[in-house]
């Protein structure tokens, strides 16, 4: 899953008024050589974008360039042979794991669907997908990570944007500084970039601050909420060629993870 934070306009904004963005070469490199030079330009931007000072020095103090976030953004490739991903991704246990979760959060499930109109099924495939059901949500320090992307030059403005986002969110009580998480920077038990855990976050009840690092209730809640406000067609198919295909598309834009959410929601729903 990747979402691009609006703050993006506001960061180029903030860079041009203090003047750190005359040069490209001085601005985003491929490796740790001034990356530290950045990191301090970055945090008086973050200051000027409302971050306060003690977060700031609290999420990036002892932040580093790590050239093994820059090697996968580099090298993520999902292929394009979807029944061998698929029966990677769609093991036995998995499923079997998977039709426990049905059960076990049958409840708040329910009130989801309710609320948003996407079921249970899809929403614990994805969670499965993912995080193996909250079993590996990434051993990436958040910040390192999204830093690392911030100063690559590949995509520096959106991961520039969302490191702003994930400051606000330690700013609001949301994230800890020291959060692990894959790669990408993205956190929780469903794997939401941080501009999306701002937007789209919410408790399983239906209100705001949701917790999507340590409560699965929540998490699905904010997936669902994604989802709906994604174009999710409430009682419609999501393979491929139906309603909401397209939607499952604006979780991940990989075909191949698409189709095989789909299949895994399938799966999970024969067996309800």
């Not at 990356?35 to 999420?59: H, M, P, T, Y």
């Not at 090697?71 to 394009?80: K, L, V």
């Amino acid at each position: 899953m990747r979402q691009t934070s609006l703050k993006t306009a506001l960061f180029i904004a903030a860079v041009a008024a203090l003047g750190i963005a005359s040069a490209r070469a001085a601005d985003c490199g491929d490796s740790a050589d001034g990356f530290n030079e950045w990191l301090a330009s970055f945090k008086q931007v973050a200051l000027r974008d409302g971050v306060s000072q003690a977060v700031i020095d609290s999420a990036l103090n002892g932040v580093t360039f790590d050239p093994s976030v820059s090697a996968h953004d580099r090298g993520q490739n999902f292929g394009t042979n979807f029944a061998a991903f698929a029966a990677r991704h769609i093991s036995p246990s998995r499923l079997k794991k998977g039709k426990t979760m049905l059960l076990a959060y049958a409840e708040p499930l329910q009130r989801i669907e309710q609320r948003y109109g996407v079921p249970g099924p899809v929403l614990v495939a994805i969670w499965g997908l993912e995080t193996s059901f909250g079993a590996d949500t990434g051993a990436y320090p958040t910040f390192s990570a999204l830093a690392t992307l911030a100063y690559e030059c590949r995509r520096a403005q959106v991961y520039r944007a969302e490191l702003i986002d994930a400051l606000m969110l330690v700013q609001r009580g949301l994230l800890r500084p020291s959060q692990r998480g894959a790669w990408a920077g993205e956190i929780g038990q469903t794997q939401f970039m941080p501009s999306a855990y701002l937007k789209y976050g919410v408790n399983a009840q239906g209100g705001g601050a949701g917790d999507i690092i340590s409560s699965p209730a929540d998490a699905l809640a904010s997936t669902a909420n994604f989802l709906r406000a994604h174009g999710w067609t409430p009682g419609a198919g999501w393979d491929e060629g139906q309603p909401n295909f397209n939607v499952l598309l604006q979780w991940n834009s990989a075909q191949v993870y698409a189709r095989t959410l789909g299949l895994f929601a399938d799966k999970l729903a024969a067996q309800e």
